[in-house]
């Protein structure tokens, strides 16, 4: 590779995430590049650029850790911090072809979120909705919140929502009934039905199903929640 920097190369591929110049990421990448990842497999340049690029928004900076050359090849260990707070580990194999990173391959970093964990965090909020402890809710809420009421609307951010379950505040269902809770990573989904009195004294019985996404701060606060809402008839 001559008087090439192999190095200084891949902390400009980073660097350009942290600033979010996509024109200096474009410099670095040859025309036939691909990247492979545990979800990704030989992507190429145009479709990395649609699927792995906008994540560059939501990153704070980078922290190597390890950066090891040999020939045309370079691996990187490293922890990217979000900007939400929360931190992961990666590490990542960079070829380089004639000074342009040719192909990279990534292998993600471990978990820190135990689905446990998640399981039980998503039974206390739902324990919450149940029982009218909006304070609860909101505090696990997270700033940007995206809170989408499915064929109603999306309020967004922990302001508006707070604002809209304040009517909510100490209004306890009458019968509640968890069907089903599924983790998955960040992900969690919980299903069940409910019973509420409604403005006449007349009872409603609803099912329910509100599926979570959490950021990946040690909080664990709700980033995006979509809440379906069915109204049931005696005849279901």
């Excluded at 902390?11 to 670095?28: D, I, K, P, Q, V």
């Amino acid at each position: 590779m001559g008087q090439i920097n192999l190095s200084e190369l891949v902390e400009n591929y980073f660097n350009a995430y942290e600033t979010t110049e996509r024109g200096a990421l474009e410099e670095l990448l040859s025309d036939d590049f691909r990247f492979n990842s545990p979800v990704d497999d030989k992507i190429n340049r145009e479709t990395y650029f649609e699927r792995c690029w906008p994540s560059c928004h939501d990153i704070q900076e980078y922290h190597i850790q390890n950066l090891l050359t040999d020939g045309d090849e370079v691996i990187i260990r490293y922890e990217c911090v979000l900007k939400s707070g929360a931190t992961f580990q990666n590490m990542e194999h960079f070829l380089f072809i004639d000074g342009k990173i040719s192909e990279i391959t990534v292998y993600f970093g471990f978990n820190y979120r135990d689905d446990a964990v998640i399981n039980e965090k998503v039974k206390s909020l739902n324990k919450a909705f149940v029982t009218g402890d909006t304070d609860y809710i909101v505090e696990n809420l997270a700033e940007d919140i995206q809170w989408n009421f499915v064929g109603e609307g999306v309020i967004e951010g922990k302001e508006a929502a707070s604002n809209m379950l304040e009517p909510m505040r100490g209004v306890v269902a009458e019968e509640h009934t968890i069907e089903n809770i599924i983790v998955q990573g960040n992900t969690a989904m919980i299903e069940g039905t409910m019973k509420t009195p409604s403005e006449n004294d007349e009872e409603k019985v609803y099912a329910f199903c509100d599926v979570y996404t959490f950021d990946q701060s040690s909080d664990a606060n709700i980033k995006k929640l979509s809440a379906y809402l069915l109204e049931l008839t005696s005849e279901e």
